[in-house]
């Protein structure tokens, strides 16, 4: 198994993922992170992986999907901080 500390962001999930030959990829970087979420959680079931290991991987997909979240929330005047991202880069 991988250290938990070695486990800081998605690529590192992924990676861990594939070890048990899963492979996601959606398209969709919201269903990624639900996905995974849903494999990590199969995996501490099934007993695959110890408690510290589905932590370390749970706060990863957690911090990830709320970003996400951050990144896709609308402001006032119906704006969204990626286009307010994208005009703060043009001006």
């Known amino acids: 198994m991988w250290p ?3 486990i800081r962001n998605l690529a590192d999930v992924r990676a861990f993922l594939r070890q048990f030959g899963v492979y996601v990829y959606t398209g969709d970087p919201e269903g990624d992170v639900d996905l995974m979420r849903d494999e990590v959680r199969e995996l501490y079931e099934a007993k695959l992986i110890d408690r510290d290991t589905f932590a370390a991987l749970s706060r990863v997909l957690a911090e990830a999907a709320r970003e996400r979240a951050q990144a896709a ?3 006032p005047l119906g704006r969204t901080t ?3 991202q994208r005009e ?4």
């Open 82 to 84: 990626r286009e307010e």
């Open 73 to 75: 929330r609308v402001l």
């Open 4 to 6: 938990q500390h070695a």
């Open 88 to 91: 703060e880069g043009e001006a």
